[in-house]
């Protein structure tokens, strides 16, 4: 499972058969958890030169990058996913934020401390390598298991 199937949306975690309130919590503590590690009084030229997306909030007076989705997982590792489980219906879930690098990869905290493969500073950056095409009326989202 690595470290979660990603989703870009909430609606997306739950097409994929999952809990509609596994998901909502996944996404509000993916989100939180964002930005709650996101420097503060960021200029628009600092946010741009880490984040592809920016946006400008008028409440806080900075420059905040955009989230791109979260990881879901349903295996928890031990020293790894802790910052990031929550509980619902009795199990347990971890999910973390990902957003979009300049580059244009995914990126997301690894959950360890540790140097990784694909991993630099705590943080793992991979391409969208799966992409779930739906039937007529439905739209494509980019979805994959990522992670080590």
Not at 36 to 55: G, R
Not at 86 to 98: E, L, T
Not at 105 to 117: L, N, T
Request: glycine letters at 12%; hydrophobic letters at 25%; one cysteine or more.
């Amino acid at each position: 499972d690595g470290d979660g199937t990603f989703y870009a949306t909430v609606q997306d975690c739950i097409d994929d058969g999952n809990n509609a309130d596994i998901c909502a919590r996944g996404w509000n503590n993916a989100k939180a958890a964002f930005y709650a590690d996101v420097p503060k009084n960021m200029t628009q030229q600092n946010c741009q030169s880490k984040y592809e997306n920016c946006y400008y909030d008028n409440v806080e007076q900075s420059w905040i990058p955009v989230v791109s989705g979260f990881l879901l997982s349903r295996v928890i590792r031990k020293d790894r996913d802790e910052p990031f489980v929550y509980n619902s219906g009795g199990s347990s879930f971890a999910s973390r934020p990902v957003w979009r690098s300049t580059s244009g990869d995914y990126s997301w905290r690894s959950g360890s401390g540790k140097k990784e493969s694909y991993s630099s500073g705590g943080f793992t950056t991979k391409k969208a390598s799966t992409v779930s095409r739906g039937g007529y009326g439905r739209s494509s989202s980019a979805r994959g298991h990522w992670g080590g």
